[in-house]
């Protein structure tokens, strides 16, 4: 018999209540292909002046009711214009069909335009100061077991284009720190290996070594765009990048490095990466700036413990971004801790949730109430 931690189990039929569409309350909804009847993940929700949400990798988003307007909308499917009084606890999306053009086919050079488009993130990205408010979660998973969780508010400053990002922690929440293990970075250095407009981004100095191929072109109202397929030596990665035509805007990378040669492991070089799986989604502003909307990185990683144990672990670390804040309304601050030390080391610095709630600007997924559970669990 499971007797569940009360807090998780709050959790866990907040959840189901959300996923069976039975509660009024919860200022969600689930979006689905209308015809596979299947959940999209990350389909973005916008809403007021620069706002909006993500849904989670079960396709559970937030719909805040307090707007007039609001644009339901992911690549490979039609933008949907929706009223508050539209909103239901169901919202569906039809995908856009694939062109393979032959001409387009022979007559595109997919490289040249993947490096193309890095050298235009200085025109097409937003290169102003502005704030963004955020959420980030970090879980990590021993042997498929979870074993800890962190979750933090967040509000970032980039001063300009190039500029490395600073941020200020505002809440947490967090499970008992897993002391074997500690490889997690601050929110401030996810962000800044996630942001493809620094100098040398490390996102997109590895993806220059890839090999990239045109797998079609999708047309919907407001703008056609390319989609490249990503591979790599030995099929040792893969992914896809999603272009703007017009402009060659990143819309959405998605990508996975794969290690087939595992190093042996020494107290000296304890651990190492397995596999490295990333996402990152742009948005735009009114006057078509761009600016990273969502990010998301899952490492696979083996250790050696210093009682020479060895076990494996899954690291997922997520940040997500619900307002963008221009003009004469940005604050200008240090980041509140040390971003280059592990986050869980400095936590106690900030004040702590006591209880762990689903969060509105990501709804937790299936997994990581399972984590949870793991931790809590009896």
Partial sequence: MIIYHSQVFRVLVFALCTMCSATMLSQQALVLDSLSLEPIPYANLEYGTNQGSVSNQDGIVF???????????????????????QLKDTLYLKALAYNLDEVVLHNFNAKD?????FKNIPKNFFSQPFNQEGIFRYSLKKEGK??????????????SLEAENKTKISEVKKTEKYEPLNLLSGVAEFLNIMDPSLKNAPVLEKLKTMNFSFAGRIENEEEEIY???????????????????NQLAIKEIKVEYLRNEMPELTHEEPNYTTRVASLIKFNTNKNSKQF????????????????????HYEMKGKIAFNKLIQGKKVKKFRSNYNSKK??????????????????EMLPMTTAELEILNDIYGN
């Fill in 292 to 311: 990273l909307s969502y990010a998301e990185i899952a490492n696979d990683k083996t250790a050696l413990l210093k009682n020479d144990s060895i076990y």
């Fill in 63 to 85: 719909t805040p009711k307090d707007f007039k307007n609001y644009k339901l909308s992911h690549v490979g499917y039609q933008t949907r214009q929706l009223t508050a009084t």
């Fill in 227 to 245: 989609k490249i397929d990503i591979s790599g030596e030995e099929n040792l990665a893969n992914g896809h990048i999603f272009l703007s035509k």
């Fill in 146 to 159: 979870g074993v800890e969780m962190i979750e933090t508010d967040f509000l970032s400053y980039k001063a």
């Fill in 342 to 359: 592990a986050f869980n080391k400095t936590v106690a610095k900030f004040k702590q949730k006591q209880q762990w709630t689903n969060s």
């Fill in 113 to 117: 335009t993947i490096l193309k488009a």
